[in-house]
């Protein structure tokens, strides 16, 4: 059942999810690789070549990890409110001279927020709205989208070089059932493993990599996009461990790669008043 932007699942829980059937898509094409890659791949190449002796007991779970946590930080980059400016926020009177007025839906804003016309919400230090995860990348989903990035770009790797291992080099596997994964049925299988992995694999290391640099400049994509060409200033880059515990919310190296906590700011900006009545 819908509730404006909100879904309440049979269990009676409700989650954020943006009602876009674009983004439904392209979440859909997403979710079906993942879920292709976590049974084919496994199945196919890992299993028959560990049980075969071939691969450590490392190779399994190590896979079996990357693919939860990518899964993980999906499903937290849809439904995690990205930063959505409320509509009754007052700023003080320090902040009154930063703040915006959004020329769309007419709310007073924190400075570096931006108005979707997707979500049609002014959302904190918007980077942009991502159709992949159907939702909009802004201040309190930013490490989610970062980890689901890495994680994601992990796998990818991994199950592209495992095909292309398992069609190339591995002989037949002592421990693979003919009758159920005959070989003429396997290599389609894992070349459009290796075709889909082709495709991704460019685009999530384009990704991290943009990503990555606009994060140590401590700029946005709309940023970019609004000035490409640094008219207004090069911005000093910020060392790698301010930038990420800024996004991230902790200071805590290990923390940034684990996804199943609450995000803290703990910029000079925390001590704002728009920070204490989210």
Not at 229 to 239: K, L, T
């Amino acid at each position: 059942m819908w509730e404006g932007s909100r879904l309440r699942l049979p269990c009676g829980v409700r989650v954020r999810f943006l009602y876009d059937p674009q983004g439904w898509c392209a979440l859909g094409i997403i979710s079906f690789i993942w879920a292709y890659n976590t049974v084919f791949i496994p199945s196919l190449v890992i299993m028959p070549m560990y049980h075969d002796n071939r691969l450590p007991l490392a190779t399994p779970v190590f896979y079996f990890l990357m693919s939860s946590l990518t899964v993980v930080c999906l499903y937290l980059s849809v439904t995690t409110n990205p930063g959505t400016v409320p509509l009754d926020i007052q700023p003080s009177a320090v902040e009154a001279a930063d703040w915006t007025v959004c020329k769309v839906c007419q709310i007073r804003r924190p400075p570096r927020s931006h108005h979707c016309r997707r979500c049609q919400q002014c959302v904190r230090k918007m980077d942009h709205h991502c159709p992949w995860i159907n939702n909009c990348v802004g201040e309190e989903n930013h490490w989610l989208f970062m980890q689901l990035l890495y994680y994601t770009l992990i796998l990818v790797s991994l199950s592209i070089a495992l095909a292309a291992l398992h069609l190339y080099y591995s002989p037949p596997c002592s421990y693979c059932n003919p009758g159920i994964f005959p070989f003429s049925y396997t290599r389609p299988l894992l070349w459009f493993t290796c075709g889909q992995g082709v495709f991704f694999f460019p685009a999530a290391i384009g990704l991290v990599f943009g990503q990555t640099f606009n994060i140590i400049l401590d700029r946005t994509t709309l940023e970019n996009l609004a000035d490409p060409y640094f008219r207004s200033g090069v911005p000093s880059p910020r060392a790698i461990h301010e930038a990420f515990s800024d996004i991230c919310g902790t200071k805590n190296v290990f923390c940034w790669l684990w996804p199943l906590r609450r995000r803290r700011a703990i910029t000079a900006q925390a001590g704002y008043s728009y920070y204490r009545h989210m």
